[in-house]
Protein backbone atom coordinates (compact mmCIF):
# COMPACT_ATOMS: atom_id res chain seq x y z
CA UNK A 1 0.00 0.00 0.00
CA UNK A 2 1.50 3.58 -0.92
CA UNK A 3 2.46 5.82 2.08
CA UNK A 4 -0.40 7.91 3.29
CA UNK A 5 -0.49 11.76 2.37
CA UNK A 6 -3.07 13.84 4.13
CA UNK A 7 -3.09 16.32 1.69
CA UNK A 8 -4.62 13.32 -0.57
CA UNK A 9 -7.35 13.20 2.07
CA UNK A 10 -8.59 16.55 1.49
CA UNK A 11 -10.07 15.24 -2.03
CA UNK A 12 -11.15 11.84 -0.71
CA UNK A 13 -11.83 9.00 -3.25
CA UNK A 14 -15.45 7.88 -2.55
CA UNK A 15 -15.33 4.36 -1.27
CA UNK A 16 -15.57 1.56 -3.09
CA UNK A 17 -18.54 -0.69 -3.78
CA UNK A 18 -18.91 -3.96 -2.83
CA UNK A 19 -17.70 -5.40 -6.32
CA UNK A 20 -14.92 -3.14 -6.28
CA UNK A 21 -13.83 -3.56 -2.55
CA UNK A 22 -10.26 -5.29 -1.98
CA UNK A 23 -10.26 -6.00 1.38
CA UNK A 24 -12.92 -7.31 4.32
CA UNK A 25 -13.97 -3.84 5.81
CA UNK A 26 -14.52 -2.64 2.66
CA UNK A 27 -16.93 -5.43 1.69
CA UNK A 28 -18.42 -5.13 5.18
CA UNK A 29 -19.17 -1.41 4.12
CA UNK A 30 -20.40 -1.68 0.88
CA UNK A 31 -22.59 -4.88 1.76
CA UNK A 32 -26.52 -4.71 1.76
CA UNK A 33 -28.57 -7.27 4.29
CA UNK A 34 -30.08 -9.70 2.24
CA UNK A 35 -34.01 -8.53 1.33
CA UNK A 36 -35.36 -11.86 1.97
CA UNK A 37 -36.20 -11.49 5.68
CA UNK A 38 -38.91 -9.31 7.43
CA UNK A 39 -37.96 -5.88 8.39
CA UNK A 40 -39.71 -3.17 10.60
CA UNK A 41 -39.97 0.30 8.76
CA UNK A 42 -41.95 2.24 11.69
CA UNK A 43 -43.76 1.95 14.76
CA UNK A 44 -47.56 0.96 14.50
CA UNK A 45 -48.88 3.89 16.52
CA UNK A 46 -46.93 6.36 14.12
CA UNK A 47 -49.35 5.35 11.10
CA UNK A 48 -52.81 6.31 11.49
CA UNK A 49 -55.88 4.94 9.54
CA UNK A 50 -56.08 7.24 6.22
CA UNK A 51 -52.28 7.83 6.51
CA UNK A 52 -49.42 7.22 4.07
CA UNK A 53 -46.02 7.04 4.53
CA UNK A 54 -42.30 6.40 2.63
CA UNK A 55 -39.20 4.74 3.50
CA UNK A 56 -36.65 2.71 1.11
CA UNK A 57 -34.89 -0.30 1.95
CA UNK A 58 -31.43 -0.31 0.18
CA UNK A 59 -32.11 2.47 -2.07
CA UNK A 60 -35.54 0.86 -2.98
CA UNK A 61 -38.67 2.97 -1.94
CA UNK A 62 -41.36 1.62 -0.59
CA UNK A 63 -44.81 2.95 0.56
CA UNK A 64 -47.03 2.10 3.38
CA UNK A 65 -50.19 3.22 4.39
CA UNK A 66 -53.29 1.97 6.56
CA UNK A 67 -56.54 1.37 5.06
CA UNK A 68 -59.48 3.23 6.71
CA UNK A 69 -60.50 -0.27 7.91
CA UNK A 70 -57.11 0.01 10.05
CA UNK A 71 -55.70 -2.68 7.96
CA UNK A 72 -51.62 -1.62 6.62
CA UNK A 73 -50.25 -2.54 3.42
CA UNK A 74 -47.53 -1.58 1.18
CA UNK A 75 -45.77 -1.15 -2.47
CA UNK A 76 -43.23 0.27 -4.51
CA UNK A 77 -43.33 4.03 -3.83
CA UNK A 78 -43.74 5.24 -7.43
CA UNK A 79 -46.60 5.67 -9.23
CA UNK A 80 -46.65 3.87 -12.67
CA UNK A 81 -47.66 7.21 -14.76
CA UNK A 82 -45.39 9.70 -13.94
CA UNK A 83 -42.90 8.28 -11.32
CA UNK A 84 -44.43 10.45 -8.58
CA UNK A 85 -44.17 9.24 -4.93
CA UNK A 86 -47.36 7.18 -3.63
CA UNK A 87 -46.48 7.78 -0.04
CA UNK A 88 -47.31 12.02 -1.23
CA UNK A 89 -50.86 10.46 -1.96
CA UNK A 90 -54.25 10.17 -0.14
CA UNK A 91 -55.39 6.72 1.36
CA UNK A 92 -58.99 5.99 -0.64
CA UNK A 93 -61.16 3.62 1.40
CA UNK A 94 -58.45 0.50 1.02
CA UNK A 95 -56.76 1.69 -1.80
CA UNK A 96 -54.32 4.65 -2.42
CA UNK A 97 -54.18 7.53 -4.79
CA UNK A 98 -51.78 9.43 -6.86
CA UNK A 99 -51.93 13.13 -5.66
CA UNK A 100 -50.79 14.34 -9.35
CA UNK A 101 -53.37 12.86 -11.69
CA UNK A 102 -55.69 10.81 -9.71
CA UNK A 103 -54.52 7.23 -10.31
CA UNK A 104 -56.29 4.81 -7.83
CA UNK A 105 -54.07 1.63 -7.03
CA UNK A 106 -55.40 -1.55 -5.07
CA UNK A 107 -53.55 -2.56 -2.12
CA UNK A 108 -51.95 -5.23 -4.42
CA UNK A 109 -50.18 -2.49 -6.31
CA UNK A 110 -52.66 -2.69 -9.08
CA UNK A 111 -53.95 0.50 -11.18
CA UNK A 112 -57.48 0.24 -10.73
CA UNK A 113 -59.19 3.93 -11.17
CA UNK A 114 -57.90 6.83 -14.00
CA UNK A 115 -60.48 9.82 -13.11
CA UNK A 116 -58.92 11.21 -16.98
CA UNK A 117 -59.64 11.37 -20.44
CA UNK A 118 -57.54 8.40 -21.94
CA UNK A 119 -57.95 9.30 -25.31
CA UNK A 120 -59.26 6.57 -27.33
CA UNK A 121 -57.09 4.26 -25.56
CA UNK A 122 -57.93 0.81 -23.84
CA UNK A 123 -57.59 1.20 -19.49
CA UNK A 124 -53.88 -0.02 -18.88
CA UNK A 125 -52.80 -2.88 -17.18
CA UNK A 126 -50.45 -1.15 -14.96
CA UNK A 127 -49.34 -2.25 -11.57
CA UNK A 128 -46.13 -1.72 -8.91
CA UNK A 129 -44.47 -3.97 -6.76
CA UNK A 130 -46.12 -4.70 -3.39
CA UNK A 131 -44.77 -6.24 -0.44
CA UNK A 132 -46.04 -8.65 1.98
CA UNK A 133 -46.66 -6.92 5.56
CA UNK A 134 -47.67 -7.47 9.46
CA UNK A 135 -47.44 -5.98 12.64
CA UNK A 136 -46.29 -7.69 15.65
CA UNK A 137 -44.41 -6.07 19.16
CA UNK A 138 -45.75 -2.35 18.08
CA UNK A 139 -43.93 -2.20 14.37
CA UNK A 140 -44.77 -2.51 11.18
CA UNK A 141 -43.11 -5.14 9.05
CA UNK A 142 -42.49 -4.88 5.47
CA UNK A 143 -40.82 -8.50 3.25
CA UNK A 144 -39.01 -6.32 0.49
CA UNK A 145 -37.64 -9.80 -0.97
CA UNK A 146 -39.36 -12.86 -2.47
CA UNK A 147 -43.08 -12.58 -1.52
CA UNK A 148 -43.12 -16.17 -1.95
CA UNK A 149 -40.78 -17.17 0.52
CA UNK A 150 -41.97 -14.42 3.29
CA UNK A 151 -44.20 -17.36 5.12
CA UNK A 152 -41.00 -19.16 5.14
CA UNK A 153 -39.37 -16.20 6.97
CA UNK A 154 -41.05 -15.76 10.26
CA UNK A 155 -40.62 -13.09 12.69
CA UNK A 156 -38.58 -13.68 16.23
CA UNK A 157 -40.60 -15.26 18.97
CA UNK A 158 -40.68 -12.57 21.54
CA UNK A 159 -43.32 -14.00 24.16
CA UNK A 160 -42.60 -12.01 27.49
CA UNK A 161 -44.06 -9.12 25.11
CA UNK A 162 -47.72 -10.73 24.21
CA UNK A 163 -50.19 -12.38 26.68
CA UNK A 164 -51.39 -10.77 29.95
CA UNK A 165 -47.83 -11.06 31.56
CA UNK A 166 -46.70 -8.87 29.15
CA UNK A 167 -43.18 -6.94 30.34
CA UNK A 168 -41.86 -3.57 30.65
CA UNK A 169 -40.88 -2.49 27.33
CA UNK A 170 -39.19 0.57 25.97
CA UNK A 171 -39.54 1.24 22.29
CA UNK A 172 -37.07 3.39 20.42
CA UNK A 173 -36.07 4.41 16.94
CA UNK A 174 -33.83 6.41 14.69
CA UNK A 175 -32.26 7.49 11.52
CA UNK A 176 -28.76 7.60 11.14
CA UNK A 177 -26.35 8.37 8.29
CA UNK A 178 -24.30 5.39 8.68
CA UNK A 179 -24.04 2.02 7.00
CA UNK A 180 -25.84 -0.98 8.76
CA UNK A 181 -22.60 -2.69 9.64
CA UNK A 182 -21.55 0.17 11.62
CA UNK A 183 -24.49 0.28 13.56
CA UNK A 184 -24.14 -3.64 14.40
CA UNK A 185 -20.57 -3.55 15.75
CA UNK A 186 -21.59 -0.50 17.99
CA UNK A 187 -24.29 -2.73 19.65
CA UNK A 188 -22.42 -6.14 19.75
CA UNK A 189 -18.38 -4.71 20.35
CA UNK A 190 -18.42 -3.34 23.87
CA UNK A 191 -14.78 -2.09 23.88
CA UNK A 192 -16.34 1.29 23.49
CA UNK A 193 -17.82 1.48 26.94
CA UNK A 194 -15.88 5.12 27.08
CA UNK A 195 -18.52 6.55 25.30
CA UNK A 196 -21.21 5.88 27.49
CA UNK A 197 -19.04 6.74 30.95
CA UNK A 198 -21.63 9.14 32.63
CA UNK A 199 -24.57 6.67 32.26
CA UNK A 200 -22.73 3.38 32.29
CA UNK A 201 -25.61 0.89 30.58
CA UNK A 202 -22.36 -1.49 30.80
CA UNK A 203 -19.51 -1.55 32.56
CA UNK A 204 -15.81 -2.65 32.83
CA UNK A 205 -16.32 -5.95 29.87
CA UNK A 206 -14.46 -8.61 29.60
CA UNK A 207 -15.18 -11.11 26.33
CA UNK A 208 -16.01 -14.39 27.56
CA UNK A 209 -17.06 -16.18 24.24
CA UNK A 210 -17.17 -15.50 21.09
CA UNK A 211 -18.23 -18.16 17.63
CA UNK A 212 -20.50 -18.44 14.51
CA UNK A 213 -22.99 -20.75 14.24
CA UNK A 214 -24.45 -20.54 11.05
CA UNK A 215 -26.00 -17.58 10.32
CA UNK A 216 -25.32 -16.57 13.80
CA UNK A 217 -22.35 -14.56 15.98
CA UNK A 218 -22.52 -15.41 19.54
CA UNK A 219 -20.74 -13.25 21.88
CA UNK A 220 -20.49 -13.57 25.49
CA UNK A 221 -19.61 -10.70 28.06
CA UNK A 222 -18.42 -10.62 31.50
CA UNK A 223 -19.78 -6.90 32.21
CA UNK A 224 -21.54 -4.52 34.62
CA UNK A 225 -25.34 -3.61 33.41
CA UNK A 226 -26.93 -1.01 34.25
CA UNK A 227 -24.09 0.12 36.56
CA UNK A 228 -25.24 3.71 35.86
CA UNK A 229 -25.71 5.78 39.31
CA UNK A 230 -29.33 5.71 39.02
CA UNK A 231 -30.16 3.20 36.87
CA UNK A 232 -28.34 0.55 39.14
CA UNK A 233 -30.57 1.44 41.82
CA UNK A 234 -33.63 -0.33 40.19
CA UNK A 235 -31.77 -3.53 39.19
CA UNK A 236 -32.68 -6.13 41.99
CA UNK A 237 -29.38 -7.72 42.68
CA UNK A 238 -31.04 -11.04 44.79
CA UNK A 239 -32.74 -11.75 41.55
CA UNK A 240 -31.02 -10.61 38.87
CA UNK A 241 -27.07 -11.59 37.75
CA UNK A 242 -26.52 -8.29 36.60
CA UNK A 243 -22.72 -8.76 35.81
CA UNK A 244 -23.09 -11.25 32.45
CA UNK A 245 -24.65 -10.83 29.07
CA UNK A 246 -24.82 -12.89 25.76
CA UNK A 247 -25.36 -11.02 22.47
CA UNK A 248 -26.01 -12.50 19.30
CA UNK A 249 -25.81 -11.13 15.63
CA UNK A 250 -28.76 -13.47 14.45
CA UNK A 251 -28.53 -12.01 10.97
CA UNK A 252 -30.04 -9.69 10.19
CA UNK A 253 -31.43 -8.26 13.52
CA UNK A 254 -29.40 -8.72 17.18
CA UNK A 255 -30.59 -9.72 20.33
CA UNK A 256 -29.02 -9.68 23.62
CA UNK A 257 -30.25 -11.39 27.36
CA UNK A 258 -28.90 -10.36 30.35
CA UNK A 259 -30.12 -13.56 33.10
CA UNK A 260 -33.31 -13.87 31.73
CA UNK A 261 -34.69 -11.39 33.11
CA UNK A 262 -33.43 -8.18 31.02
CA UNK A 263 -33.69 -8.77 27.38
CA UNK A 264 -33.62 -6.35 24.12
CA UNK A 265 -33.75 -6.81 20.36
CA UNK A 266 -32.38 -4.31 17.74
CA UNK A 267 -33.59 -4.57 13.95
CA UNK A 268 -31.67 -2.34 11.29
CA UNK A 269 -33.35 -1.60 8.08
CA UNK A 270 -30.67 -0.68 5.33
CA UNK A 271 -31.88 3.07 3.88
CA UNK A 272 -29.38 3.20 1.40
CA UNK A 273 -25.53 2.29 1.47
CA UNK A 274 -25.28 5.12 3.92
CA UNK A 275 -28.46 5.61 6.01
CA UNK A 276 -29.89 3.27 8.13
CA UNK A 277 -33.42 3.15 10.53
CA UNK A 278 -32.75 1.41 13.72
CA UNK A 279 -35.44 0.01 16.00
CA UNK A 280 -34.74 -0.90 19.09
CA UNK A 281 -36.70 -3.20 21.64
CA UNK A 282 -35.79 -3.10 25.43
CA UNK A 283 -37.48 -5.11 27.65
CA UNK A 284 -37.66 -6.09 31.52
CA UNK A 285 -39.51 -8.84 33.81
CA UNK A 286 -39.14 -5.92 36.49
CA UNK A 287 -37.61 -3.83 38.32
CA UNK A 288 -36.86 -2.95 42.37
CA UNK A 289 -38.07 0.21 43.95
CA UNK A 290 -35.05 2.21 44.81
CA UNK A 291 -33.70 1.53 48.76
CA UNK A 292 -36.51 -0.88 49.25
CA UNK A 293 -36.75 -4.83 48.81
CA UNK A 294 -39.13 -4.77 46.64
CA UNK A 295 -40.47 -5.44 43.22
CA UNK A 296 -42.32 -2.59 41.29
CA UNK A 297 -46.06 -3.46 39.72
CA UNK A 298 -46.78 -3.63 36.52
CA UNK A 299 -48.34 0.28 36.28
CA UNK A 300 -45.76 1.62 38.15
CA UNK A 301 -43.26 -0.28 35.95
CA UNK A 302 -44.47 1.41 32.58
CA UNK A 303 -44.63 4.49 34.02
CA UNK A 304 -40.75 4.51 35.27
CA UNK A 305 -39.40 2.81 31.90
CA UNK A 306 -41.46 6.08 30.37
CA UNK A 307 -38.94 7.73 32.42
CA UNK A 308 -35.86 6.08 32.31
CA UNK A 309 -36.79 6.08 28.47
CA UNK A 310 -36.32 10.09 28.25
CA UNK A 311 -33.65 9.99 30.79
CA UNK A 312 -31.35 7.33 30.30
CA UNK A 313 -31.79 4.93 27.18
CA UNK A 314 -32.58 7.88 24.60
CA UNK A 315 -29.26 10.06 25.79
CA UNK A 316 -27.11 6.47 25.48
CA UNK A 317 -28.91 5.34 21.89
CA UNK A 318 -28.17 9.28 20.84
CA UNK A 319 -24.26 9.02 21.86
CA UNK A 320 -24.21 5.84 19.50
CA UNK A 321 -26.11 7.76 16.59
CA UNK A 322 -23.06 10.78 17.14
CA UNK A 323 -20.45 8.34 17.07
CA UNK A 324 -21.40 5.92 14.03
CA UNK A 325 -22.31 9.29 11.83
CA UNK A 326 -18.48 10.34 12.65
CA UNK A 327 -17.49 7.12 11.75
CA UNK A 328 -19.31 6.95 8.21
CA UNK A 329 -17.66 10.58 8.05
CA UNK A 330 -14.22 9.06 8.76
CA UNK A 331 -14.69 6.46 6.31
CA UNK A 332 -16.01 7.94 3.51
CA UNK A 333 -12.69 10.08 3.84
CA UNK A 334 -10.02 7.13 4.68
CA UNK A 335 -11.62 4.00 3.18
CA UNK A 336 -8.30 2.55 1.81
CA UNK A 337 -6.28 3.48 5.17
CA UNK A 338 -5.80 0.19 7.61
CA UNK A 339 -7.50 0.24 10.64
CA UNK A 340 -6.37 -0.76 14.25
CA UNK A 341 -9.16 -3.20 14.78
CA UNK A 342 -8.77 -5.29 18.16
CA UNK A 343 -12.16 -7.19 18.51
CA UNK A 344 -12.33 -10.52 17.11
CA UNK A 345 -16.10 -10.05 16.94
CA UNK A 346 -16.06 -7.75 14.54
CA UNK A 347 -14.42 -9.59 11.87
CA UNK A 348 -16.76 -12.28 12.78
CA UNK A 349 -19.89 -10.13 12.00
CA UNK A 350 -18.44 -8.73 8.90
CA UNK A 351 -17.17 -11.99 7.59
CA UNK A 352 -21.16 -12.78 8.14
CA UNK A 353 -22.61 -10.16 6.73
CA UNK A 354 -20.41 -10.61 3.57
CA UNK A 355 -21.24 -14.08 3.25
CA UNK A 356 -25.06 -13.08 3.44
CA UNK A 357 -24.72 -10.63 0.83
CA UNK A 358 -22.69 -12.83 -1.54
CA UNK A 359 -25.34 -15.14 -0.85
CA UNK A 360 -27.97 -12.84 -2.41
CA UNK A 361 -25.47 -11.76 -5.26
CA UNK A 362 -25.62 -15.15 -6.57
CA UNK A 363 -29.25 -15.24 -6.74
CA UNK A 364 -29.40 -12.16 -8.90
CA UNK A 365 -26.20 -14.10 -11.34
CA UNK A 366 -23.32 -11.48 -9.47
CA UNK A 367 -20.57 -13.20 -8.94
CA UNK A 368 -18.33 -11.03 -7.54
CA UNK A 369 -14.20 -10.92 -6.89
CA UNK A 370 -12.52 -12.93 -3.92
CA UNK A 371 -11.43 -10.34 -1.67
CA UNK A 372 -7.83 -9.94 -1.37
CA UNK A 373 -5.66 -11.21 1.23
CA UNK A 374 -8.22 -12.07 4.58
CA UNK A 375 -7.00 -8.52 6.07
CA UNK A 376 -9.30 -6.03 7.63
Not at 285 to 308: G, N
Request: net charge positive; aromatic share 14%; charged share 25%.
Amino acid sequence: MAAFRYEDALTPTPPPGFLEARNRRQKARAAGLHPDYWYPVAHSNKLKPGKAMGTRFWGRPIAVYRDQKGIVHAMEDRCAHRQLKLSQGEVKGCNLVCQYHGWEYGCDGKVIAIPHELFGKPFPKLSVPSFPVQERYGHIWVFPGDPALAKKRPLPEIPELEGKNRWGIILLDGVWKAHHTMLMENICDFTHGYLHRDYRPFWDPKLTKYETVGDKVYVSYDTKVGAGKIFRRFVDDRKVNANHMDLCFDYPFQWSNTDNKIKSYCFLLPQDEQTTHGFFIFYFQSLKLPFLPMTMPPWLLDRVLKIAKRLFVQPVIDQDGWAVELEQEGYNRFSDLPVAEFSPVVSMFQQLTIRKWEEYLATRNVVPQPTLGASA
